[in-house]
């Protein structure tokens, strides 16, 4: 059984993560979505929130689990016994960081992957970092995240719908 481990932050979801999601699954008989607990980003969203989200939207996607971690994401993924990671490239300024990152994995654990797709161009913009940023500003979001998040970010930054 091949299982690939999709971690971030996910703070929150959107439909960027998604599409990579429902693409990974395609190519893997398990993809487990590893929430971080722990990292240097301050998050919008507890982990307990995260989570829900998070399991809403793939409820229907059978070969997709949601667990999170914390500490070092290989000792996570030695410890599932997965194959590969799976990471999401926007643009040529994703990559630097990503390169670096998936070549340090490679030296933590040599017999696992890091497999990269390629966003959708719908999706190329997106970041839970932008959407957080429009919507603090009274931005429409709508469509770039799954409903039960763009509820949640309303509620949060308390801003009704017109
Ligand atoms: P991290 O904090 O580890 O970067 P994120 O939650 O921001 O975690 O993102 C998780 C993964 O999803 C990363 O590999 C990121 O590049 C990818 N990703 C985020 N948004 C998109 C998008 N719009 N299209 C494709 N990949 C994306």
Known sequence: MKIAIYPGTFDPV?????????????????????????NEKESLFSIEERRAFMEAVVKDIPNVAVE?????????????????????????????????LALMNKKLARDVETI?????????????????????????????????VEEALKEKFNWERE
Do not use: C, W
């Open 14 to 38: 959107t439909n960027g993560h998604l599409d990579i999601l429902k693409r990974a699954s395609l190519l893997f008989d398990k993809v487990i979505v590893a929430i971080a607990t722990d």
């Open 68 to 100: 999170h971690f914390s500490g070092l994401l290989m000792h996570y993924v030695q410890k599932t016994q997965a194959h590969a990671i799976i990471r999401g490239l926007r643009a040529v300024s994703d990559f630097e960081y990503e390169f670096q």
């Open 116 to 148: 990269f797709l390629m966003t959708s161009s719908e999706y190329a913009f997106l970041s839970s970092t932008i959407i957080k940023q429009v919507v603090s500003l009274n931005g429409n979001i709508h469509g770039l995240v799954p409903e039960i």
